[in-house]
């Protein structure tokens, strides 16, 4: 009896609460993505490890997980599995895998967990769920204003009323790079320097594109492409932008998309939240086009982030199919939540709306009864399982928070009776058998509902 | 682009169908069992390796995914953590470590996946869902009998009406076996064969007992105790049995524990699905009492099984914790509900009750205008994402299976209505702009809600 019983390093049990609290949240993702059209999708939380090497960059190939194979090979050390790492590049795997069973516009969501062997830390965990929605099959703007449309409407109707969508597009930043003096082979490189400018500032980046050989000149331009007013407004920098990319077509091009996409956000839940950030590059190395990252005030990562990856799907099928998407990470949405008390009052906080107590080992079968009567009632059950003397029974229910208890002693046996006690006001009342149901749930905060 | 496409090797993508399906039976399990009182756990998808091994035998061990040591461990192929075999050792587990957090009579449900790298084959893969429920904390026989009402009300809300549960208990076996001569310390071997009863015959498990070092009479003694009449009654076999097992003490203890469960059963939805059979075994090597098997003509295996384990919890905690449970399996009922046709009509088959087309390029921003308004009132709409000929949208929208299509062309701006065609029928008609969702929702098969 030396056994562990810690869960792994950086993983976590969810106790119920824990639960309710995530099933919440996942319920209402679900909901709007589905109102948006997007249909559900999952895949095995483990892939083949080509699949997932080489997709990432260097980080992630080392983050992932490995699997051992199986039998005899067991003990040559090979890893020929890897547990899912993002549900990007499966989705990319099953467009090619399954292009001529989906639909020409292959609207999908997906609300899995990934894994990542990265250092746990606060609100970084090494298995943590991924929201997903992304539109395969179409370059039109319509599907960035619709997807940043659909995680804005997920925010509002989980309670958020204050963040913002940070704005941006790889070819413009391309063009900035460009007219700022930085050769094209250093640009990703620069990227990943300048996707850090929140974390470290602007005298960290500078050391940063030092210190990747781009020199102090082109690195200072490009600086001072990101200062900006206090409170810029989009018409700002669409402005500012367009005299700086000036001669950089797919950079200009990309500005036009920006202006499309806030064009058709006007109207939507996305409209107000939209703003441009010229410094947002995202780390990812697959985005092609427009970028999208979330940021509330009380939070130093974002909510999520998403953007346009027209190449990834060509990576596994060679056909180039244009897809664009948007990810909400669920354990920071829950951190922010929780911190600042956002969930509903209604959510359960026990599992059982009714104690059935047993009035003794010889009624235990009618108590079944009576609770196999209340539950098609529409209401939560939980037996004691022993014949205890009734105050202990009484105090676990209220140990447990369990609002209502329900007693069949011989007089109430006799009447076709039950005696209904409430934990919370500690009054109780006989009340007809057949009634019991409907007289309890009309005592409770929420509203079940009745079986057919 | 050599890139391989298909899932891993025994494992499923799910596409929008197969999710809803699968999605329609998890949402009947879990309402079910909290209707029971079970509360939801959920526990991570990997175990540090030792809180696996030596749980479930030599198989179970040889079974588990291993994964690897990260950063440079990894050369050494040593693993350290391995996926989920089942879900009741994450249970003992997370009892043993959270046993001051829970209530004295812990109630759980857990739906999640688990791995087993074994021979895939028709109804079985390496990734698969199980429906748990466990309570904690009891020895009465009413813990037996509230999870075998739980999943037969589950199975009967699914439509299943031909399942019965196999009922045996571990100490009536033993006792069997004692009177029928085989030595103590050739019990869990016996079982092993006995298990393989509807698999392999009486034949085969003759020849596996004489294999296993059993003696043909105390074996021919064994299985002589299985014959039966045809259609035997519980009350039978209570009979039969006590006299088989007059002279061990457990073995009677365990026949009254068989007449607790079904006389407390008689008045719940398991009471005429229970089936006492002597020659059920069970695979796994923690069962100390009761143990369940569901059966359905159609199906070879079981659609689930379970049982008291009063000894697992004390592996990891030192504390005897008695605990009893029942797993349903999630992918064979899925079978037999697809084979059977037993899905309803009122399933979606498609992500969209409506399709918002776009009149052209400059009236896209009023396209999502209109889907909001739709979305708010309640329906699932899908904004095509291009300005393609208006009978191109259509044809989309018809090959997709969406029963709705709406259109604003300049006449309808003008008169501030919407044109909404149904594809089913054909016809169109226009409609108040403001009336359009209530219009479409009172026609659509399913009843979709308007948000608050």
Redesign the interface.
């Known amino acids: 009896?030396s056994?562990?019983?810690?869960?792994?390093r950086g993983?976590?049990?969810?106790?119920?609460d824990?639960?309710?609290r995530?099933?919440y949240v996942i319920g209402v993702v679900a909901e709007v993505y589905?109102?948006?059209?997007?249909?559900?999708?999952?895949?095995?939380?483990?892939?083949?490890i080509?699949?997932l090497l080489g997709k990432y960059g260097e980080e992630g190939n080392?983050?992932i997980?490995?699997?051992?194979k199986?039998?005899e090979h067991?003990?040559?050390?090979?890893?020929d599995?890897a547990?899912r790492y993002d549900l990007t590049v499966p989705l990319a795997?099953?467009v090619?895998?399954?292009r001529n069973?989906?639909?020409?516009?292959f609207?999908?969501y997906q609300i899995q967990?990934v894994?990542r062997?990265d250092r746990p830390a606060r609100g970084r965990f090494?298995?943590f769920y991924q929201c997903d929605v992304d539109?395969i099959g179409?370059t039109?703007p319509?599907?960035e204003?619709?997807v940043c449309?659909a995680v804005s409407?997920v925010l509002e109707?989980l309670g958020f009323d204050d963040f913002v969508i940070r704005l941006n597009h790889r070819e413009v930043l391309r063009g900035l790079l460009e007219a700022s003096g930085v050769p094209g082979a250093l640009h990703d490189t620069a990227l990943v320097a300048i996707d850090k400018l929140d974390k470290i500032g602007v005298d960290g980046v500078r050391a940063e594109l030092a210190a990747r050989g781009i020199d102090a000149g082109a690195a200072a331009r490009t600086l001072d492409a990101f200062a900006k007013p206090s409170s810029p407004s989009n018409a700002y920098w669409l402005g500012t932008l367009e005299s700086r990319v000036a001669g950089h077509a797919a950079g200009l091009q990309g500005l036009e998309t920006l202006r499309a996409i806030l064009?058709?956000?006007?109207?939507?839940?996305a409209g107000p939240r939209l703003q441009i950030d010229p410094s947002l590059a995202r780390g990812l190395s697959y985005y092609t086009g427009a970028i999208f990252e979330i940021a509330v005030p009380d939070l130093a990562g974002s909510l999520g982030g998403g953007g346009r990856y027209d190449g990834l799907v060509?990576?596994?099928?060679?056909e180039q199919v244009p897809a664009c998407g948007f990810s909400l990470g669920l354990e920071r949405i829950l951190v922010v939540m929780g911190e600042r008390g956002m969930f509903p009052a209604s959510l359960p906080t026990t599992?059982?709306d009714v104690l059935a107590t047993?009035w003794n080992a010889d009624t235990?079968?009618?108590?079944?009864?009576l609770a196999?009567l209340l539950?098609s009632g529409?209401?939560?059950?939980?037996?004691?399982?022993?014949a205890d003397k009734l105050g202990k029974q009484m105090k676990?229910a209220a140990?447990?928070g369990i609002p209502f208890a329900v007693i069949v002693g011989d007089d109430e046996r006799a009447a076709g009776t039950v005696m209904v006690k409430d934990l919370r006001s500690g009054t109780q009342q006989p009340v007809p058998r057949n009634e019991t149901a409907g007289w309890i749930r009309d005592r409770l905060a929420h509203a079940p509902t009745p079986?057919a």
Chains 1, 2 share one sequence.
Do not use: C
């Open positions: 009896m056994e562990v019983t810690k869960p792994a993983m976590r049990d969810f106790l119920p824990d639960v309710r995530r099933a589905e109102r948006y059209g997007f249909e559900p999708l999952e895949t095995p939380a483990v892939e083949n080509e699949t080392r983050l997980f490995k699997i051992l199986r039998g067991e003990r040559t050390g090979e890893a599995l547990l795997r099953v090619a895998e399954h069973r989906l639909p020409r516009f609207k999908r967990p894994w062997a090494r298995e539109a179409s039109s319509v599907v204003a619709e449309a409407e109707r064009s058709l956000s006007a109207s939507t839940p060509g990576m596994f099928s060679g599992g059982a047993i235990a079968g009618d108590t079944l009864a196999r539950r529409g209401l939560r059950v939980e037996v004691y399982p022993e676990y140990s447990r079986t």
